[in-house]
Nanobody, 120 residues
Framework: QVQLVESGGGLVQAGGSLRLSCQASGSIFSINTMAWYRQAPGYQRELVAHIASGGSTNYPDSVKGRFTISRDSAKNTVYLQMNSLKPEDTAVYYC??????????????WGQGTQVTVSS
């Protein structure tokens, strides 16, 4: 089995910063892509940042220049550095990873979510 455990959410004032972490553990052979999504009340889950196994990254315009995704392959961990936070960034943030297990099965995994609240 594989688990993704997130940490780092919380309450911050507008203009502040937070850093989210997500560590994968279990019967992992390799991690392909990792990403962060968010979901605000009444809205669909949306992609916030994506990082491929080779390190290339992708962001939507809404967070480009403010958020940075990175990964530590040795620790099976992905990070999301969020700067210049805005009230509209308030949401539950979810970690996502496409993982090849030791048995060769490729599956999509999600973390439990961490709340980020930005006050104005």
């Amino acid at each position: 089995q594989v688990q993704l455990v997130e940490s780092g959410g919380g309450l911050v004032q507008a203009g502040g910063s937070l850093r989210l972490s997500c560590q994968a553990s279990g019967s992992i052979f390799s991690i392909n892509t990792m990403a962060w999504y968010r979901q605000a009340p009444g809205y669909q889950r949306e992609l916030v940042a994506h990082i491929a196994s080779g390190g290339s990254t992708n962001y939507p315009d809404s967070v480009k220049g403010r958020f940075t995704i990175s990964r530590d392959s040795a620790k099976n961990t992905v990070y999301l550095q969020m700067n210049s936070l805005k009230p509209e960034d308030t949401a539950v943030y979810y970690c996502n990873a496409v993982i090849t297990q030791v048995m060769g099965v490729v599956s999509d995994y999600w973390g439990q979510g961490t709340q980020v609240t930005v006050s104005s």
